[in-house]
C-alpha cells in the first residue's frame, strides 16, 4: 500500500505545531537531574565532565600538531 502524502498547508501545520510543542514545558532535564541527585552524584558528574574536557582539549590539540 503506497504512503498517502500530506498537502503542503497541512504538514507546515503540523510542523509549526510540533515545534512549539517541544518549548512549552521549557528547558528543565538538567535542573531537575540536579535536584534529585545527592552532592556526591553531583561531583562524579563534574568530574566525569572536567575529564571528557580535558581529553577533548588533548585530542584537538594533538589534531593541530599531526
Known amino acids: 500500500m ?3 502524502k500530506l ?4 504538514l507546515d ?3 509549526k505545531q ?3 510543542g517541544g518549548k512549552i514545558g ?4 538538567g535542573k531537575r537531574s540536579l535536584e534529585t ?3 556526591e552524584e553531583r561531583s562524579a558528574r ?3 565532565a572536567a575529564s571528557a574536557s ?3 582539549r588533548k585530542a584537538k590539540r594533538k589534531a593541530a600538531e599531526g
Open 2 to 4: 503506497a504512503k498517502k
Open 7 to 10: 498537502p503542503p498547508e497541512v
Open 13 to 15: 501545520y503540523f510542523r
Open 18 to 20: 510540533g515545534a512549539k
Open 26 to 29: 521549557g528547558k528543565i532535564g
Open 37 to 39: 541527585m545527592t552532592p
Open 46 to 48: 563534574a568530574k566525569k
Open 54 to 56: 580535558v581529553a577533548a
